[in-house]
């Protein structure tokens, strides 16, 4: 795997310190200054939202630019973003450094990932964009514990001067390790999707949304992170109200939970390498029984931690498969590349809120995991009809014309 790669996924790493750090840190963020829990609470929901609209927006906006200058102007603007929140002498410019930072995550992501799986051969596509990944699931473990600890010993403005120092440093190492072609060779596919130039324009871009292909799989997206993870922003309730652990247990399963994902999501990259569709349904299935199971056995301590690390890895199997799979079928538009980042963002927050509306009507704390099922199991039907349709005809029932198919004047040609 090419070094570029690894100045990708250090940006990756930064991005996801930036979003999750922050739970960790709230209590301190609102003392500092002097909001209520749920003022500081919209820290997350800010950035959350400007995800999904920064993913869109300014992947349109950067549609005509090299994408190795606008993958480095995306790190600038993250360095800001979090220079602010470490400087921000009121709770205003705090949000203000959120959003600054989170308008970059989505985009960064999606044109990255197009960048990722150019520098390699067309059978490691997959594994590349897995690569870059790492350093978002890797710091899906380590953010909160992270932001906890910096904060606890040097203040929660240390933690957001170390992830500004690390996009530095992931800046630095896009400018000197990305190769700086401006314009990508076409996107390797696979022999469902014909080759082709990869889109400029934003014009050129939204015709890729003409696919049918392309809206399966992003509608896939959204339904399985939002079966994911709507079962995930309860999972601490479902380990001390129902599991029977102590709140100090939450941090450590989560990293339970975190290592799944790093583990999910590089065997995921090579599965998808060899067959991308089947590995996309099966995966999808896994995390429909896993939230099944975890429902159904989450009294048990000893099952819980098997199964939070199983939802990790069935979570994240698939990402890399889904990635590769819409931009393909997108030609290599980096706007689909972003909404595929939008469409996790708006799952994610479906499930949720269907999450809460199942415990707020007296279901319990096992019912974000049912509905999550639910969920998961639609975008399982999803992904089966996009592969199914997906298929080529077999050879010999291809239409041809009828000029192929009979002689002159219009009898029979060879072979009747």
């Known amino acids: 795997m090419p070094s570029g790669l690894l100045a990708l996924a250090l940006g990756g790493f930064g991005i996801g310190l930036t979003e999750f750090l922050i739970a960790g840190l709230l209590p301190q963020v609102a003392a500092s200054f ?13 950035y959350a939202l400007s995800v999904a609209i920064g993913a869109v927006a300014l992947t349109a906006a950067t549609a005509r630019l090299p994408r190795k200058q606008v993958l480095v102007g995306l790190l ?5 973003g979090n220079l602010l929140s470490a400087v921000a002498p009121s709770y205003p ?13 989505g985009s960064f992501f999606g044109i990255g990932s197009l960048v990722a799986r150019d520098m390699v051969a067309p059978e490691r596509k997959s594994r590349a964009v897995a690569v870059m990944f790492a350093g978002l699931t890797v710091a899906n473990v380590l953010g909160v ?18 992830v500004t120092a690390i996009g530095v440093l992931a800046l630095a190492g896009i400018v000197t390790l990305v190769p700086d072609r401006a314009d990508p060779t076409p996107p390797p596919t696979d022999r469902t999707v014909p080759p082709t130039a990869p889109p400029a324009g934003l014009r050129a871009q939204l015709r890729a949304f003409r696919s049918r292909q392309v809206w399966l799989t992003l509608t896939a997206t959204a339904l399985g992170y939002g079966g994911m993870f709507g079962a995930f922003s309860y999972i601490a309730y479902t380990f001390t109200e129902v599991g029977g652990f102590s709140s100090a247990d939450v941090a450590w399963l989560l990293m339970v939970y975190g290592v799944g994902l790093v583990v999910g999501n590089l065997v995921g990259g090579r599965a998808a390498d060899h067959d991308r569709d089947r590995t996309l349904v099966l995966s999808l299935l896994g995390l429909t029984v896993t939230l099944a199971a975890f429902g159904l056995l989450a009294d048990s301590a000893p099952a819980s931690v ?9 979570g994240f199997a698939g990402v890399p498969g ?18 595929n980042v939008s469409a996790s963002n708006l799952g994610n927050a479906l499930g949720a809120w269907l999450g809460g509306l199942a415990i707020t009507a ?6 974000p995991l049912y509905v999550g099922a639910g969920i998961v199991l639609t975008a399982t ?17 291809r239409p041809c014309p009828r000029s192929a198919r009979r002689g002159k004047g219009g009898s029979a040609g060879p072979g009747r």
């Not at 889904?322 to 909404?339: K, M, N, P, S």
């Not at 009809?385 to 005809?393: E, I, L």
């Open 76 to 80: 600038v603007l993250f360095v800001v």
């Open 93 to 105: 410019v705090m949000m203000l450094g959120r959003i600054v930072a989170a308008l970059c995550h």
């Open 381 to 397: 039907a999803v992904m089966t009809v996009a592969a199914y349709t997906a298929r080529p005809g077999p050879p010999g029932r």
């Open 322 to 339: 889904l990635i590769t799979r819409v931009t393909d079928h997108a030609h290599g538009a980096a706007l689909a590349a972003g909404a």
């Open 34 to 46: 002097a909001v209520s829990e749920a003022a500081a609470g919209r820290l997350i929901s800010g």
């Open 362 to 367: 007296g279901h319990g704390y096992t019912s």
């Open 306 to 314: 098997i199964l939070v690390f199983l939802l990790g890895l069935t």
């Open 145 to 162: 514990p992270f932001g906890a600890l910096v904060g606890e010993r040097w203040g929660w403005r240390a933690a957001f001067w170390a």
